[in-house]
């Protein structure tokens, strides 16, 4: 009987769209994010069209840039599937204020 309920809910997924996302990939550590490397990037697509979430992959890796959508799930799909490996994970220092203290100042 359960096994008929999971494929029923199963089915419901599939019908609105929905599909189970398999972490083929994790990422080495919580903070890592997608980082890309615009050299080797051929913008084939396949990174954005393999993405569970929908992300348009290709713009940031187009970029040179880290993605930053807060709908990754860090499944580590795109990297997997780049055929060129320009995507890998990395950290992303967080950007600090300037501050008086330090003797930076804002150019206004």
Known sequence: MLH???RG???FLTRIG????????????????????NTRCVQCGVCGYNC?????VRDYSRRGQVVTD??????????????????RWGSTPLRRAPSAASGQERAT
Request: net charge neutral.
């Open 4 to 6: 008929e309920a999971e």
């Open 9 to 11: 809910a199963s089915s």
């Open 18 to 37: 929905l599909r189970k996302v398999t972490v083929v990939n994790p990422p080495p550590f919580a903070e890592a994010r997608v980082h890309s490397d």
């Open 52 to 56: 569970p979430v929908g992300i348009m």
């Open 70 to 87: 807060p709908t990754c799930i860090q499944c580590g799909q795109c990297i997997n599937v780049c055929p060129r490996g320009a995507l």
